[in-house]
Every structure is written in structure tokens, then in C-alpha cells.
């Protein structure tokens, strides 16, 4: 981040003297913390806020803890918004959301991934938590609207979300609504009524009306608080106040403006003075105030501003921060504009010289670019660039240089560059090339002459400006699939880098290997990400190396080399004790790769234990693609188990946790999952997939295609009555295997001969079929595999039991049939239904049968909450019931609690 968290935005504003009370809406507040969320939705001035303040200060006898977060229009950046969201839960709970400040500070972590890392810690919460948004109306960016939507989606019973705004927020409140999970506040139930306005005005204010004065001010400002605390205000040692009222009228806006007027002119001189030039500020404080205005006694002038109740809100107990109430605020601002208009620029600067001098680059940008001190701003923004870089502030970086001038940007190199790489963590491409050469017109050394000077502020970063335009243009041109220019322009980038810059050359090499890795070349792949890892080590940025080791061990894999990535993760793994023992990021996905290997093994108990492991390291250690990857891991060993459904479930929520990075996405989830529709027969779902991804037994091939190619001719070969389609599998096999063989990829050649032996198997031709398994077990067998031959069933068997009485070898082929037995006998046996249950569903239904609640056994069988509860669903239609007892006794009647202890 750019700059420390402001602990004020996670104060509860301090309960105000005097309040009318409200048992009205302090009960209905009491029965939205039985539900997911209760929104206070009305215009500004209604009392909100003081609503939400008076009644956690009477609820927090009940046992509840709060959570409290302010919010103002920075929050749109969704790291800057989770980061406050976790810090202000922490103030409630101490012990949640340690790992999600962890991801949130890791490069490209997803927010979902974030927010599921979360969500597990609010789930262990023994105690019940309201957790307060203030002012969510200033949220517009639809990644923080829809990471708010997932956690309130799974935001677990004891969490109670109040949401306070000028507008409705952009969730599904309709559902919430009809499910009776949300408790609603607006505008006319916050009007104060007659009596609680006379309590106020003559109690409060100590004011002394008739009540048909009272009915007839309340009734002008429609109970509007902040118009009646204006006109109490301008009432205050009056002796006309009845004429005062007679002639009080107007919409909203010119009764504000008319308050404000009479408010500002009872003030001092110097008071007005100093609230129209402080009003540019979001927060206050005594030392920023004497800067902004230029006059010492700041401090005192807002403590008396606070005894007076000036409109001023405390954001901390200590009285060091404070903020002008909004409605105040904006009249101020009018009135400054009107009367002051040329000052404001210089009031903005002062504020930006400020925040500069004390830390807070973030404030220090932001009031330079409301001066349209633009040169400042870009000085500033220019030296906050590589700390951003480092902490992902992508967003903030961009929206910053979107505001800066075109001419101005074009004749500062290094913000043109950096420009170029916000544009590109946005994803957006266009515009990128143009931002490069406007920064490298500065390095060539005989240009003509510009019409303007350069103006460079980080000399360091503009000395690394030739290889930074070089490994951005790579970058660009992988983004847009051009293998020629990705490599042409690493290689220069690494020509460039000097010898000395490991990190530097690091980076250079590793989009080379991407760049090889995604057209098939494995080999110089491999040596170029064994490069990159060398570099990065040397850097001193070794957990860095840890994702590189996991491209290095996907390589092996796709050379058939089970071994090798089986000691690349080992050794990967072996760097953690250098750090003093410390857990490195990434290290949960070392065990996940190791996972991978011991299942195609057969395995499955390591495999198993290699997961959990990494489910114990917690998310932290883990890069942001592991949270996908971890579930297609169990979902591929809940498969060789035999649990088709509960593979699919996982196959799902992977999909959901997926993450795009630059590793060349060769095995999509997609594919996978129409895998898993042939294994269960379901050839429609697996044709319509095909259907979707365009795919046909004429397509040209490429690696980054080859496994949907290889699950094509699967799905063909399934249709095994139609001899057409296992002669357009067969022809798809040939041009695989080819393929794969030119490209050294023994991984899917051991998978394409197994499958042209099932091919030749259908259409009768055993020599043939035996033909291509021996070749599959000649180059299987030095590594290991089973999983490759097991998972294809009773078919495989046949032919191994064949090749098997040729003597070949013996060793080898009896712990493949060993293994295909294993998966014969792990389908579904009758249970005397008419739809069985799968294996996952005798889980659950086994555990139902405990005193394990809901969340327990999710945990225990190691599945989202959301997926326990589709599985219970399902055993009850199956079972013909309705809730858990009669579950469990109908599963006694059908003898089928015996059958998942004898499993």
C-alpha cells in the first residue's frame, strides 16, 4: 500500500450529547442483527450515522462485538477496500484475517481467494460480530460491489453486516429480501416524528417552542434531522423565533443554503476564515489545519468547534482527527468556491505539501491533482511508482496517470513506462505500445528537437528505462499471443539488463520460458525458467523461486518425467530452512505439485496427506493460483476414488477460485470436467462442450489446444456405436501422437497410446490395441505411472490381462491390474433405491449420523459449507425425507450406515 491505514476510519464516532432517543429504531436494529444484513439507506441529514453510534453504544451489553469501518471515495481501489474490511473486523476479533492481509499483500492475489480465506476465519467465530459499513454510498467500483456480493452470499449466521448510505448499494437485496434475511431503514422511518423533533428542538436545544411551532417546522423539513438542527442553530438567542419559522420555506437545498448562511454569519471573522479554507479537507487535524490556512491554533479552534458542536465529527478518542459533517462541508466548499475561488488551488497544494512531508504519498497526490498542480502530482506519482509496483496498487497508479495531462506524461519517460504497465495490469492493451515509445523517444541520443524538455524525477528508474520498454513490450506481445515478438523483445530486454541485475535478467528470462512453454517448446523452457529461478535466488527473492519451481516441475510432467518434478518440488522445498525456518510463500504449492505425482502413482493416501498438508500451511503460503489448483488436485484423487460427484463439485468450485496468470493455461478446467461427464455416461454434457469450445477432429493442433484435443477423441471414442466416430477418433489420435512425439511431450503420448489401444480394442483389432500398449508401458514404467491405465476400467483391464500372458512386464502390468480392480470396485454398489447415492453422498450421510454440525463436516470432508449442503439436499430427495433424523433412520432401514464404515 501507499501509505499506512488511517486507524480513525475504524472508530466508532463518538455518541453525542443530548440525543432524542429512538426505541423504535433501536428495535428495529435489534431484529436486523438476526439477519444478514440490515441497510439505513436515506439522503444525507437524516442521522444515520448518530442512529447507528447510539445504538451500539446501548447494544454492547448484549455481548455483541463491532466492527466499524468509514468510507470515503479511496476505498474504490479493491485492495485498499479489503485491506481496511480485515483491519476493521480485526479490531472485533483479533485473530481473523491474518491470512487475508497476507494474500492481500501478494502479487495478483484474487479477491475471491481473499475473501474465502476470510470467510473461514469468520466461520470459526464463537461470538456474535456486527460489522458496520458507514457511508458505503461513496463505493462505486463494480470489483469491490462484487466481492461484496460473495461475502454476503456466504457470510456465516454469527456475522451481521449493516450497510449505511445515501443510496441503495448495488447487491441483491430483492433475494435478500424475499428470503427475509434483510431488515430495511430508509429515509421516512428516520424522519423524526413530532414529538421526537420537540424533544430535540425544545430538549436538546434547549429551545423553548409551542407545539404548533414545533408541528410546523417539523412539518417543513419533513423530520429532515439536518435542517432542523440548522434552523436550531439560527434560532439560538432569538426573540422572533415564530417569525423565524413563518418565513422558513424552500426545497432542501436553499433551506441548507439559508442555514448555512445564517450559521456562517453569527461566526467570528477569523472562525469563517478558518472553516471555508479547512473545508478542501476530508480529515482534520491541528498541524494539518495551520498548514492548510497558514495560522497556528489549529488544535484549539477544532476542540472548541467540537464543545460547540459546530458540525464537527471526532474520528478518534484522543480528538486528533476530525471531519466536518458532510451537508457542512459541501456548504462550506460552495461558499469558499464563491467567495475565494483563486485561493483553492493554493489551499490544495499546502494540503499536498503536507501529507508529503509526513508520509502519506496517497493524500499528498490526490490534493496536488485537485490543485491541478499537475506537475507536482506527477513528481510524486513518479516516486511513488516502484513501491506501488511492488504492492500491487496497479488501480490507484492507473487512475492517477489517467488524470495527469497527455503532454505532460509524454515528456516524462519513466510515467510513460509506467503508465504502460498500469494499462497492462488492467488488462487493457491498447495504448500500451503508444505510452512505450513516447518513453523511449527520450533514450535514443540523436533525436531531434522536442518541443518540450524532459523531466525525469527517479534517476534510477530511468536508467533502467531500455529494459523496462523491453520487458513491457514482451510482456504486451504475450498478452496478445505473438510468440515471435514476445521472445525477440525479452531477449533484448536481457541483453540490456546488466550483468549485476539478477532480478532484472530474472524477469527477462522467465517470459522467454513462458513464451517457449506456451508453443510446446519444452526443453528451451525449461532451461529458461531454470534461468529465471537461478536469477531470482541470487536477487535474495527466493520465495519468488518457489512459483518458478512450479514451472519447472509442470515442464517434467509434460515430458512424461514423473521423477524429475517429483525432485524439483523436493528441492524447492529444501530453500525454507534458509530463511530461518520461516514458511516461504508458495510453499503450500510445492505439496500440491507433489500431490499430483503420488496420485498418478496410485498413491492416494500420500497424495491425500500432501493436500492436507498444504490446506494446513494455510493460503498464505500459497501463490494466488493455488486455491484452484489445490481443489483440481482433490477432485482428480476423488475421481480415482470413485466419487464422480464429489470430483464434479470440486471441478466447480475450482472454476469459481480460477485465476489467470501468464503460465499457459494447457489443461482447462472445462476439459476436465467433460472427463468427468464420459466417465458417467453423460456423452450430451460432453458434446455440448466440444460444441462450445469449437472444437473438431480437423482443427490444426497446438499444445496450448492438446489436452481438449486428447478429451475430444475421448468423447468419441465413447460413442462407441457410431463407428464414425471412432474412425474420426482414431485419425485424431494419429495426428496427436505426431504431434506430440515431434514435440517430446511423453506425457500425452503415454495418454494417446492408451487411448488407441481402447480405440482398436472397440473396432476388434486386439494385435493392434496390444501394439500400442506395450508402447505406453515401455515408456510408463521407468516413472511410474498407474492412474494413466487404472482410471480407464474393466476395458484396460482386458487388454493388460492380455499383455500380461505375453510376459510383458510382469511386475509392472500385475499393479496395473491391481489398480484397475481397485477402481472397478469403488463405483456405487445397488442400495436398494432407485437414484443410489454416490460415495460423496455416503459421506455425508455417514456423518449426519454424529453430532457434527454443518460446518464441522464440511470441514471434515474437506468441501465448501455450500457443497455439504447441496450433498444433504440430494440424500433427502434420494431418501424420500426431510430432515436429518429421518435421514439417518431410513439410511438404518436400507442397511446403508454399516456399508460406509465397511469402505
Not at 77 to 105: M, R
Not at 603 to 629: F, K, V, W
Not at 861 to 889: D, P, W
Amino acid at each position: 500500500m501507499a501509505g499506512p491505514l488511517l486507524e480513525t476510519k475504524l472508530h466508532i464516532p463518538r455518541r453525542r450529547r443530548g440525543l432524542v432517543a429512538r426505541p423504535r429504531l433501536s428495535e428495529r436494529l435489534n431484529r436486523g442483527a438476526e439477519s444478514a444484513l440490515t441497510l439505513v439507506s436515506a439522503p444525507a441529514g437524516f442521522g444515520k450515522t448518530t442512529l447507528l453510534t447510539e445504538w451500539l453504544a446501548a447494544d454492547s451489553a448484549d455481548g455483541r462485538s463491532t466492527a466499524w469501518l468509514s468510507l470515503d471515495q479511496r476505498d474504490n481501489d479493491p485492495a485498499l477496500f479489503w485491506t481496511y474490511l480485515v483491519a476493521a473486523l480485526k479490531t472485533a476479533a483479533p485473530g481473523v484475517g491474518a491470512d487475508a492481509l497476507s494474500l492481500l499483500e501478494s502479487p495478483q492475489s484474487p479477491i475471491d481467494a481473499v475473501l474465502a480465506t476470510l470467510l473461514n476465519d469468520l466461520h470459526a467465530i464463537s461470538g456474535d460480530v456486527v460489522l458496520v459499513l458507514d457511508d458505503y454510498h461513496v463505493i462505486d467500483a463494480p470489483a469491490v460491489q462484487d466481492g461484496m456480493v460473495f461475502l454476503l452470499e456466504h457470510l456465516p449466521p454469527q456475522i451481521h453486516l449493516v450497510i449505511a448510505g445515501r443510496a441503495d448499494p448495488v447487491l441483491p437485496l430483492a433475494r435478500l429480501r424475499g428470503r427475509g434475511e434483510l431488515v430495511e431503514i430508509r429515509a421516512a422511518d428516520l424522519r423524526f416524528t413530532p414529538d421526537e423533533a420537540g424533544a430535540y428542538l425544545n430538549g436538546v436545544m434547549g429551545l423553548v417552542l409551542t407545539a404548533r411551532d414545533v408541528a410546523a417546522l417539523e412539518g417543513r423539513t419533513e423530520g429532515w434531522i439536518a435542517a432542523l438542527q440548522l434552523a436550531a442553530l439560527s434560532m439560538q438567542g432569538r426573540d422572533d423565533t415564530a417569525a423565524f419559522i413563518d418565513s422558513f420555506a424552500g426545497d432542501d437545498r436553499y433551506i441548507v443554503d439559508y442555514l448555512a448562511e445564517e450559521v456562517l454569519h453569527r461566526q467570528p471573522e477569523h472562525v469563517r476564515h478558518f472553516l471555508l479554507r479547512t473545508s478542501i479537507l476530508d480529515r482534520l487535524s491541528g498541524p494539518l489545519c495551520d498548514a492548510v490556512t497558514g495560522q497556528d491554533g489549529g488544535k484549539a479552534k477544532l476542540a472548541a468547534f467540537d464543545r460547540g458542536n459546530l458540525f464537527l465529527v471526532p474520528l478518534d478518542d484522543r480528538r486528533r482527527w476530525y471531519r466536518y459533517h458532510q451537508l457542512f462541508a459541501d456548504v462550506l466548499q460552495a461558499h469558499l468556491l464563491d467567495e475565494q475561488p483563486d485561493e483553492v488551488p493554493d489551499l490544495h497544494r499546502r494540503a499536498s505539501v503536507w501529507y508529503e512531508q509526513n508520509g502519506e504519498p496517497s493524500e499528498a497526490i490526490r490534493h496536488a491533482l485537485a490543485a491541478k498542480d499537475f506537475g507536482r502530482a506527477a513528481d510524486l506519482v513518479e516516486l511513488a511508482i516502484p513501491a506501488m509496483r511492488r504492492n500491487r496498487q496497479e488501480a490507484a497508479a492507473y487512475s492517477w496517470l489517467k488524470m495527469l495531462p497527455d503532454e505532460l506524461v509524454r515528456v516524462r519517460p519513466v510515467l510513460s513506462a509506467a503508465f504502460a504497465w498500469a494499462l497492462l495490469s488492467a488488462g487493457e492493451l491498447e495504448g500500451v505500445e503508444g505510452l512505450l515509445r513516447d518513453a523511449e523517444r527520450w533514450l535514443d541520443p540523436t533525436p531531434q528537437a522536442p518541443a518540450a524538455k524532459m523531466v525525469v524525477v527517479d534517476d534510477e528508474e530511468f536508467r533502467r528505462l531500455p529494459g523496462t520498454i523491453e520487458l513491457y513490450r514482451a510482456a504486451h506481445a504475450l498478452a496478445r499471443g505473438d510468440r515471435l515478438a514476445t521472445v525477440r523483445h525479452a531477449r533484448r530486454a536481457l541483453d540490456l539488463a546488466p550483468e549485476e541485475d539478477n532480478l532484472w535478467r530474472a524477469a527477462a528470462a522467465g517470459v522467454l520460458g513462458l513464451a517457449s512453454w506456451a508453443s510446446g517448446d519444452l526443453e528451451p523452457a525449461h532451461r529458461a525458467y531454470a534461468e529465471c529461478m537461478a536469477g531470482l535466488r541470487r536477487a535474495g527473492h527466493v520465495s519468488d523461486t518457489l512459483g518458478c519451481a512450479i514451472a519447472l516441475a509442470d515442464i517434467r510432467l509434460a515430458q512424461g518425467r514423473l521423477g524429475e518434478a517429483m525432485r524439483t518440488y523436493e528441492h524447492a522445498l529444501q530453500l525454507a530452512p534458509d530463511q530461518g525456518g520461516s514458511v516461504l510463500r508458495g510453499t503450500a504449492d510445492m505439496y500440491v505439485g507433489m500431490s499430483e505425482i503420488h496420485r498418478e502413482r496410485d498413491d492416494l493416501h500420500a497424495a491425500t496427506q500432501h493436500l492436507l498438508r498444504s490446506q494446513e500451511l494455510g493460503e498464505r503460503t500459497g501463490l494466488p493460483q493455488n486455491r484452484y489448483r489445490w481443489r483440481v488436485a482433490m477432485a482428480r484423487i476423488r475421481q480415482a476414488e470413485g466419487d464422480l460427484g464429489g470430483a464434479f463439485d470440486l471441478l466447480n468450485e475450482a472454476e469459481r477460485r480460477y485465476m489467470s496468470d501468464l503460465f499457459p493455461n494447457v489443461r482447462p478446467i472445462s476439459a476436465m470436467r467433460a472427463r468427468l461427464y464420459v466417465a458417467q455416461g453423460e456423452l450430451g454434457e460432453a458434446l455440448g462442450w466440444a460444441r462450445e469450445q469449437g472444437l473438431s477432429v480437423e482443427d490444426d493442433l497446438s499444445y496450448l489446444r492438446e489436452f481438449e484435443h486428447i478429451t475430444l477423441a475421448r468423447v468419441l471414442l465413447a460413442q462407441y456405436t457410431t463407428e464414425r466416430s471412432i474412425h474420426e477418433a482414431t485419425q485424431l489420435l494419429e495426428r496427436l501422437l505426431q504431434a506430440a512425439e515431434e514435440g517430446e511431450r511423453t506425457g500425452s503420448v503415454i495418454e494417446i497410446l492408451v487411448l488407441q489401444a481402447l480405440a482398436h480394442q472397440t473396432r476388434g483389432g486386439i494385435p493392434a490395441a496390444l501394439t500400442s500398449l506395450r508402447r505406453a508401458l515401455t515408456l510408463s514404467e521407468p516413472e511410474g505411472y498407474v492412474r494413466v491405465f487404472a482410471d480407464e476400467g474393466p476395458p484396460m483391464a482386458s487388454l493388460l490381462k492380455a499383455v500380461a500372458k505375453q510376459g510383458i512386464a510382469p511386475n509392472y502390468v500385475r499393479r496395473l491390474l491391481a489398480a484397475t480392480s481397485k477402481t472397478d470396485d469403488s463405483t456405487p454398489r445397488n442400495q436398494g433405491l432407485i437414484e443410489p447415492l454416490s460415495e460423496r453422498e455416503l459421506d455425508v450421510l455417514r456423518l449426519l449420523g454424529t453430532d457434527l454440525d454443518g460446518p464441522d463436516i464440511a470441514r471434515e470432508l474437506i468441501v465448501s459449507l455450500n457443497t455439504m449442503r447441496t450433498h444433504t439436499r440430494n440424500i433427502y430427495a434420494k431418501l424420500g425425507v426431510n430432515n436429518r433424523r429421518a435421514a439417518v433412520r431410513r439410511a438404518e432401514e436400507l442397511d446403508l450406515l454399516s456399508r460406509t464404515r465397511d469402505r
